[in-house]
């Protein structure tokens, strides 16, 4: 069963950093890609960045060059993580970010976390 445990939310000022992580475990399908998607009060849940299996990254627009997104592989392969770095935080970040892990076909292995809250002050 895949188990996606997220950490490193909080409350920070804008021009702040905050480093989220986020621990996979329990795949057992071909992994393409994880990523971070956020949601903010009234508003659609959205792209934040991807990570491909090959280390190929995404961003979303208003997120390059303050954002970055990078993973790790244990040893034995039982267990994925992926970060999301942020820097130069801004108040339009604020939101709850959820970590996003999915293999091929996306519609048959596609897993969220339970999300975490970041809020960023003026």
């Known amino acids: 069963q895949v188990q996606l445990v997220e950490s490193g939310g909080g409350l920070v000022q804008a021009g702040g950093s905050l480093r989220l992580s986020c621990a996979a475990s329990g795949i057992s399908f071909i992994l393409s890609a994880m990523g971070w998607y956020r949601q903010a009060p009234g508003k659609q849940r959205e792209l934040v960045a991807t990570i491909t299996a090959t280390e190929i990254t995404t961003y979303a627009e208003d997120v390059k060059g303050r954002f970055t997104i990078s993973r790790t592989i244990s040893r034995d392969g039982d267990k994925n993580t992926v970060f999301l770095q942020m820097n130069t935080l801004k108040p339009d970040d604020t939101a709850v970010y959820y970590c996003?892990?999915?293999?091929?076909?996306?519609?048959?292995?596609?897993?969220w976390g339970r999300g975490t809250q970041v809020t960023v002050s003026s």
């Open positions: 996003n892990v999915w293999g091929y076909p996306r519609i048959r292995h596609n897993y």
